[in-house]
């Protein structure tokens, strides 16, 4: 991993994520999506990392964004697997999700937190510190660092273009399972992946081992 600005010379061997590759289910989808590569092509260069933790948000799960319903807010959410779902979280961070299930079928994947492995300089101009464990730990934080707002809302993660889901091969390492973080409904599911032993991955120490 280079630990400032180019792009690693490996981008070149990364393939974008085929849809008919990704399970459907969402928990499924969740425990998949560790490993994979997320990419930001931005005017200044390529930026993204290897997704280290997410969180699962199925069918009917009263803390996910779907729960009610359609609205013009979620709509992405309720796309065909694969897609983006961008929301303003406490009116100041951007979150990013990856709807999963069928067409019509409100659910997703919380990405919460990515290793950083291209165009570090462009992720450290975003977030402002030069801290390379805290440039995507942790779901604001990543959505910051590779300029994700609402305008990604509803994009195709599974072709090329501004934001994309990626794989270069390389296995994730070992997955563990927990709760996910800072719900009050639905709070004990075990619902949330990342990578044991990764100092990338965001949450208290007590949920990560």
Same mark, same amino acid.
């Given at each position: 991993?280079?630990?400032?600005?180019?792009?690693?010379?490996?981008?070149?061997?990364?393939?974008?994520?085929?849809?008919?590759?990704?399970?459907?289910?969402?928990?499924?989808?969740?425990?998949?999506?560790?490993?994979?590569?997320?990419?930001?092509?931005?005017?200044?260069?390529?930026?993204?990392?290897?997704?280290?933790?997410?969180?699962?948000? *199925?069918?009917?799960?009263? +803390?996910?964004?779907?729960?009610? !319903? %359609? =609205?013009?807010?979620? @709509?992405?959410?309720?796309? $065909? #697997?694969?897609?983006?779902?961008?929301?303003?979280?406490?009116?100041?961070?951007?979150?990013?999700?990856?709807?999963?299930?069928?067409?019509?079928?409100?659910? *997703?994947?919380?990405?919460? +937190?990515?290793?950083?492995?291209? !165009? %570090? =300089?462009?992720?450290? @101009?975003?977030?402002?510190? $030069? #801290?390379?464990?805290?440039?995507?730990?942790?779901?604001?934080?990543?959505?910051?660092?590779?300029?994700?707002?609402?305008?990604?809302?509803?994009?195709?993660?599974?072709?090329?273009?501004?934001?994309?889901?990626?794989?270069? !091969?390389?296995?994730?390492?070992?997955?563990?399972?927990?709760?996910?973080?800072?719900?009050?409904?639905?709070?004990?599911?075990?619902?949330?992946?990342?990578?044991?032993?990764?100092?990338?991955?965001?949450?208290?120490?007590?949920?990560?081992?």
């Amino acid at each position: 991993m280079s630990e400032r600005g180019d792009v690693d010379t490996t981008i070149a061997r990364r393939r974008v994520l085929d849809r008919a590759e990704i399970p459907v289910d969402t928990a499924q989808l969740a425990h998949f999506l560790i490993g994979k590569m997320l990419v930001r092509v931005l005017a200044e260069g390529v930026a993204g990392g290897r997704i280290v933790e997410t969180e699962a948000y *199925g069918i009917g799960d009263p +803390a996910g964004h779907a729960y009610r !319903g %359609i =609205t013009r807010r979620n @709509r992405a959410l309720f796309l $065909e #697997r694969g897609h983006a779902y961008v929301y303003l979280a406490y009116g100041s961070s951007f979150m990013l999700n990856v709807s999963s299930e069928t067409p019509g079928v409100g659910a *997703g994947v919380l990405i919460r +937190a990515i290793e950083p492995a291209n !165009g %570090i =300089t462009i992720m450290e @101009r975003n977030r402002g510190t $030069e #801290r390379l464990r805290d440039l995507a730990r942790g779901p604001g934080r990543l959505s910051a660092a590779l300029e994700i707002d609402r305008r990604l809302d509803g994009s195709d993660l599974c072709r090329a273009g501004p934001l994309w889901l990626g794989s270069d !091969g390389r296995a994730s390492g070992e997955i563990g399972q927990s709760k996910r973080i800072g719900l009050t409904h639905a709070a004990d599911r075990l619902l949330r992946f990342y990578v044991r032993g990764n100092r990338f991955v965001s949450g208290p120490q007590a949920l990560n081992r």
